[in-house]
């Protein structure tokens, strides 16, 4: 399992929000690059980038700061982006820039045909971000509640070959609450894609939790706030990680 460090991005800063709240943004840096560089230099195996304002916007926002991510990590390790992707142009723009990995979030429910498509002409470079409020799917950067379970918007991409999905427990994230592993080991169990962890990391024993069932479809997870703020060091945390997989 791999514990991925995020980066979300604000007005070309690095932030963290509280349950996707613009309005409750922490800075935490004003330098992209170097705070993915610091990642990197910690052991991450992969970047998650967040383009908070594009989510909002529903186009891309932040690109400066994403395209000065993707050229000092250099290759180096992979990188996903999520926030504002709403068309093919933009996924085939930010896979040619050097992204490795495109997340498609509120499009997904919106124009499920997206997913399919750009899975068809991007193979194996396609995610679907999956962001729940007591399992009903959000959109609109969490603005908004749609009429679909997770679970069910999950299994309609079975068969599209996406590469994983990012299960995102609103009422957990930015909140150094805990996961809620109950919901994301639900959905594991349910579908045959892989499923990476999202929101309300804290610790060490959140860490301990999710290695303890990874197997059963739990590829990683992602952290943010807790990094930041010191409630979990991250190089511990992927060394406990791989620990679990040796």
Known sequence: ???????????????????????????????????????????????????????????????????????????KIPVQLGGGI???????????LGLDYVIIGTAAVTNPNLVKEACTKFPGQIIVGIDAKDGW??????AKTSNKKAIDLALEFEDYGVSSIIYTDIGCDGMLSGVN?????DLARNIEI??????????????????????????GVITGRAIYEGTLDFKKAQELADSFFE
Do not use: Y
Not at 197 to 218: F, H, N, P, R, Y
């Open 137 to 142: 799917v959000a959109t609109e950067g969490w």
């Open 181 to 185: 592993v109950d919901a994301t080991l």
């Open 1 to 75: 399992m791999i514990v991925i460090p995020a980066i979300d991005l604000k007005d070309g800063q690095c932030v963290r929000l509280k349950q996707g709240l613009m309005d409750e943004a922490t800075v935490f840096s004003d330098k992209p690059a170097q705070t993915a560089l610091h990642w990197l230099n910690q052991g991450a195996k992969r970047l998650h980038l967040v383009d908070l304002n594009g989510a909002f916007a529903g186009k891309l926002v932040n690109l400066d700061a994403i395209t000065e991510i993707i050229t000092a990590i250099d290759k």
């Open 194 to 219: 892989p499923v990476i962890a999202s929101g309300g990391l804290k610790d060490m024993q959140d860490v301990e939790t999710l290695c303890q069932v990874a197997k059963e479809g739990i590829l």
């Open 86 to 96: 709403r068309n093919l142009d933009t996924i085939e723009h930010l896979l040619t």
